[in-house]
């Protein structure tokens, strides 16, 4: 443990001027200085030693209080001012201007060598800094034997017995998922501190450790570290968050669990039924039918991929999920299919995850191509309505009708676009106007999804009304529009 500003003071039987003025402060150094501003030189923690040879009698109140200011803002644990070759006690404004810091100020008589100090002070702290790397390593190697027996719990009970305070961990919105001496109050800090609510808490010097992605953290570790124990504290602290990323989804790291996941929901919707057969055994999909999943993110900022494996980790099921492009793919065991809704509009409508979600029909493994087609459908439906799930099978029968069209119906319904399919070879035009009207003709969310500026956007809208004789503002002229795309798609689908 770190001698604090007290414990030197009765040490040396100093006499300090400013009374119990930052006596509990732990010092880390010693440095002696007869700059006017020795700050640069200075790390923070520093008792620093002074005759005040850079002070003159004539200075003002002012100048002394700007000295001590420095130096407190600099994170100096105290001022040692030696008395009896320039000043005969330690100037009344320079005490007062340290009180009004919160720094102490020790008065050190003229039979003190400032030498002596030093050589004590220093040589025991580097005995306490070996004895303090020691205790971090034997803190790490507790927090890491007891993470495989023990879980999330257990690495923070450690840490919080290793460094004698309390420690919470919650999660990304708040809740607690371990907490280790800590009471309601403390409970109700760490929520505020996680959350970034600073005015809300009222225990000073909560530290916040981000879990997973420094980013995006999945988690929150939230430690009140004591005075004396702060960088063992913070070394502590950094290695369990480390291990709770671990703890928390051991799987998530690295690209491999990532293929392996890809793979899987490739060989589940590939139509082999031998290679089904082996990929069902191995991730326990036998007992009944699966449903696919599709989501899109209505914003690139937000890793959609992410929150899908948490919301399969909440739940408990498999996680079958890949990603390609905006598009996350996942297969569900049927009986979990109105749980999964539910998650998806909870994190849409309550969390603000701005993601839109389309479901197929449950369908044995071997028809997962079919659960997948469905599943497309449900989100342009989801899309086009702005809602967070749409199930296939609560479908209208538009969809339906479109699909079992004669091709000359269906010609019929696409023959306004057949102006923007001969001019628009690359498509571009007919997407854009896709997704403009899949955001309901809201320019910036449109534009967003494309990745092109909004006047970009209205020039293309533009162009297509000129090509079509169609108006985007028109509520009848949309309709033929997102009917003849409708039709468009089934023809491209068969």
């Known amino acids: 443990m770190l001698e604090t500003v007290g414990d030197v003071a009765q040490r040396f039987r100093l006499r300090v001027p ?142 919080a017995a290793r460094i004698d305070s309390w420690a919470v961990l919650m999660d990304r919105h708040g809740k607690t998922h371990a907490a280790v001496g800590a009471a309601r109050v403390h409970l109700d800090d760490a929520r505020a501190a996680a959350l970034g609510q600073r005015s809300r808490i009222r225990h000073p010097g909560l530290t916040v450790y981000g879990v997973g992605d420094p980013v995006r ?112 793919t996942v297969l569900l065991p049927e009986d979990e299919l109105g749980r999964w809704t539910a998650r998806v509009c909870d994190a849409v409508e309550r969390e603000g995850v701005p993601a839109r979600c389309g479901v197929g029909t449950a369908q044995p493994p071997s028809g997962s191509l079919l659960s997948r087609r469905q599943a497309e459908q449900a989100l342009e439906v989801a899309v086009a309505d702005a809602r967070p799930v749409v199930e296939f099978a609560g479908l209208p029968t538009q969809r339906l009708i479109l699909q079992h069209l004669d091709p000359a119906a269906r010609t019929a319904l696409t023959s306004p676009l057949l102006p923007l399919l001969e001019s628009d070879s690359t498509r571009i035009l007919l997407r854009s106007l896709r997704v403009f009207l899949s955001e309901n003709n809201n320019w910036e969310a449109a534009s967003s999804q494309l990745g092109i500026h909004r006047h970009t956007l209205r020039q293309r809208m533009g162009r297509v009304e000129e090509l079509t004789g169609l108006s985007v503002t028109v509520t009848e002229d949309r309709v033929i529009a997102w009917l003849a795309l409708q039709a468009l798609h089934v023809d491209d689908t068969n």
């Open 18 to 159: 400013t009374g119990s003025t930052g006596l509990d402060r732990p010092i880390r150094w010693t440095h002696i200085s007869e700059l006017a501003d020795p700050t640069p030189w200075l790390r923070g923690g520093e008792m620093l030693l002074t005759l005040g040879l850079q002070l003159d009698q004539s200075d003002t109140s002012e100048q002394l209080t700007a000295y001590a200011g420095r130096l407190a803002e600099a994170g100096v644990a105290a001022l040692g001012f030696g008395v009896g070759v320039r000043h005969p006690s330690v100037p009344e404004a320079l005490v007062a201007g340290a009180e009004a810091h919160g720094m102490a100020v020790l008065e050190i008589p003229g039979g003190v060598a400032f030498q002596d100090i030093t050589y004590q002070l220093n040589g025991d702290l580097l005995r306490t800094g070996a004895a303090e790397s020691r205790l971090i390593a034997e803190g790490v190697s507790s927090m890491t034997r007891v993470a495989r027996s023990a879980g999330p719990q257990g690495i923070v009970a450690t840490l």
């Open 217 to 328: 953290p999945r988690a929150h570790l939230v430690v009140a570290p004591r005075p004396d124990r702060i960088s063992l504290t913070r070394e502590l602290a950094q290695h369990a968050a480390l291990l709770l990323d671990l703890a928390l989804n051991p799987l998530s790291g690295g690209d491999t669990w990532g293929l392996a996941r890809a793979d899987a929901v490739d060989a589940l919707m590939s139509g082999d039924p031998a290679l089904i057969q082996r990929v069902s055994a191995r991730w326990n999909l036998l007992a009944g039918n699966i449903a696919v999943a599709l989501l899109r993110s209505r914003s690139r900022a937000v890793p959609l991929e992410e929150n899908v494996l948490e919301w399969c980790e909440e739940l408990d099921v498999p996680p079958l999920v890949s990603s390609e492009s905006s598009l996350v």
